[in-house]
């Protein structure tokens, strides 16, 4: 019961299911997030930190930099799924965040510097 509370309180905040909705399909690091929400470092940190807490996102560090994932095999992970697919779809900020970050990405990762054969 504890970790069900633990998950609805992580998903209670929309700046962390902005961020969830960012990860649904892919890794991402942390300025690419910073980048697609506008928003501060620091704010975006803390809302990983929570998330990862909560057992929803995991990280790995590659240098400097920090990328995170949604957990592959969570539980729960069906209703995060089902939150995603049936839900974000009909939430115009959540659609433009998705948008923003498809530019974003065609920029190419210049700011965490991998280099080509790395993995994400």
């Known amino acids: 019961m504890k970790r069900l509370v633990n998950t609805m309180r992580a998903l209670s905040d929309a700046i962390r299911l902005r961020i969830i909705n960012l990860l649904h399909d ?18 975006i940190s803390r809302h990983l930190t929570v998330l990862k ?3 929803i996102v995991e990280d790995r560090r590659y240098g400097q930099w920090a990328f995170y994932k949604l957990i592959v095999g969570r539980e ?5 799924k089902t939150l995603i ?16 970050l498809k530019k974003r990405l065609e ?6 510097k991998l280099d080509s054969s790395e993995e994400l």
């Open 26 to 43: 892919r890794e991402l690091c942390v300025c690419e997030i910073v980048d697609t929400l506008a928003l501060p470092q620091s704010t």
């Open 53 to 55: 807490n909560a057992g």
């Open 76 to 80: 729960d992970n069906s209703f995060i």
């Open 85 to 100: 697919e049936n839900e974000f779809k009909e939430h115009l900020l959540l659609q433009e965040d998705i948008e923003i």
């Open 107 to 112: 920029k190419g990762r210049d700011c965490c």
